[in-house]
């Protein structure tokens, strides 16, 4: 203790006297106690936190404001509580260059457990001016302050953070779906706090969410939207139902579904059932339906082709332009010259059937169709036809034996086999030539009446164009 007067600060800070300026900060002059914080502030020494900690709770609002920037200068995770204390201070001062210091300095502190420490605290003491900033700590390259800002977010309960919260979600959930790498902490943090702060406040902010570019992020607007009780909400569902993503409109709908909503038998009714993608109950809700159809006809799977097509016939409605969409409505129907007529057009379509088509039929079918348009191809059918004649016999008049002979002398012809060799025929159970059988009994497929594609190994198997039975395993 300073035996002669008032300790003088500015020798003590050029002697470096760290000790003696600590020993001034309990001086009972307010200005001593001032200079000597303001000395210590650069120096960031550790030993003197404490005791600025203790002049926080000081009656003199300049002494606390002192301290406060002695510590703020500082910075790590010793100064986040009494900063975070300092934010709670009568004096509009103190809380000023405490709020500069926690949201300039400690949230961007290069120690990432000041930073938690932080986030952490500005939650506990549920700091309304903490929102903007901890929205900005969501994004910390620290999954740790990550949590602790989101836990926050959630308890703080501005629905401010909802947007936010639902973008860093979908991000999280698309880097789990395409990497394999997320966060699950974060992921999980994120989704309870959205449980927390997604209620009837938030509608308005789920609404901007549905506006967002990234389809993920529309989902869990619809989705978070959908839990909401609310008559608002249903009217938001309803404007989703023709969102570009299908995923967003199947969403809504069944988010529809959930909130007690009932389709109406119109325009809207129709997009209701389409984003379902029950087809049917969409053409019931007349002529607006037909557009409907028409975009997610060339899109469909085979089997719900035939499902749309039923509502497009039940409309009276058929193809105008020669396009893919034509195409594919006259494939559908198996009507292969207004098919061929499409022209171009119908060329990817009809190469999707002969590629893929479950019904071997109708792949000979599309591939004479391409050959009618110019585009013969060497697969699936080495020689279409061969194939063709075949059927054609099957399908012809006379009894299964007349149907025999008549195949026989033509795959004669064709040089299939060679009945003066002694060979014989062996044919699959639906009638259809299948195998040579030579002189010395080995067996062998006739392929060009079959048709072929590559197995799971890229080896050619066989099938019976006429009843779909695989011909190699047995020949
Ligand atoms: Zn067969």
Not at 333 to 346: E, L, M, R
Request: hydrophobic letters at 45%; glycine letters at 6%; charged letters at 25%.
């Amino acid at each position: 203790m300073p035996l002669f007067g008032p300790p003088n600060i500015a020798q003590l800070e050029a002697k470096r006297d760290i000790q003696g300026l600590i020993k001034a900060l309990s001086y009972k002059d307010p200005s001593v106690k001032i200079a000597a914080a303001d000395a210590l502030g650069p120096v960031g020494d550790p030993m003197a936190v404490e005791p600025l900690a203790e002049l926080i709770r000081d009656q003199d609002a300049g002494v606390r404001r002192a301290a406060v920037r002695a510590l703020s200068a500082r910075g790590g995770v010793r100064v986040v509580e009494p900063l975070i204390a300092a934010l709670q201070d009568s004096d509009p001062g103190v809380r000023d260059i405490a709020a500069q210091a926690i949201y300039r300095r400690l949230m961007t502190d290069p120690d990432q457990d000041a930073r938690r420490e932080t986030v952490t605290a500005l939650g506990r003491i549920k700091a309304a001016d903490a929102v903007e900033p901890l929205i900005k700590s969501i994004a910390d390259p620290d999954e740790t302050v990550r949590v602790a800002a989101v836990r926050s977010l959630a308890s703080i309960g501005d629905v401010a953070a909802v947007t936010p919260l639902v973008v860093m979600l979908a991000r999280e959930q698309y880097r789990a779906k395409t990497t394999g790498r997320s966060s699950l902490a974060v992921e999980r943090a994120a989704g309870q706090a959205l449980d927390v702060l997604c209620n009837e406040n938030a509608i308005d902010a789920l609404q901007a969410a549905l506006g967002h570019d990234d389809s993920e992020v529309r989902e869990l607007a619809v989705k978070r939207l959908a839990r909401i009780e609310s008559p608002l909400v249903a009217r938001m569902l309803e404007s989703r139902l023709n969102d570009e993503s299908p995923i967003i409109r199947r969403s809504a709908a069944r988010g529809l579904a959930e909130v007690g909503w009932k389709p109406p038998a119109d325009e809207t009714g129709a997009h209701y059932w389409a984003a379902l993608r029950d087809w049917r109950r969409c053409a019931e809700c007349g002529p607006s339906a037909v557009p409907l159809l028409v975009a997610a006809f060339p899109r469909a799977q085979a089997l719900e082709r035939l499902d749309i097509l039923a509502a497009l016939v039940s409309l009276g409605w058929e193809p105008t332009e020669q396009d893919a969409t034509a195409a594919t409505y006259w494939a559908t129907q198996s009507n292969w010259d207004k098919c061929v007529a499409v022209g171009a057009p119908a060329v990817p379509v009809l190469d999707g059937i002969v590629g893929s088509d479950p019904r071997w039929r109708e792949r000979v079918e599309a591939a004479a169709a391409l050959k009618a348009l110019g585009e013969e191809r060497t697969a699936p059918f080495a020689r279409l036809e061969l194939v063709q004649h075949a059927l054609g016999v099957l399908d012809g008049e006379g009894t299964d034996e007349e149907k025999r002979a008549l195949l026989t002398t033509f795959l004669a012809e064709e040089h299939q086999y060679e009945p003066s060799a002694k060979q014989k025929l062996d044919w699959c159970q639906c009638g259809y030539p299948s195998t040579r059988i030579r002189k010395d009994g080995r067996r062998e497929l006739i392929t060009d009446v079959l048709g072929f594609e590559p197995d799971a190994s890229g080896a050619p198997a066989y099938f019976c164009p006429n009843c779909n039975a695989s011909r190699s395993a047995t020949a």
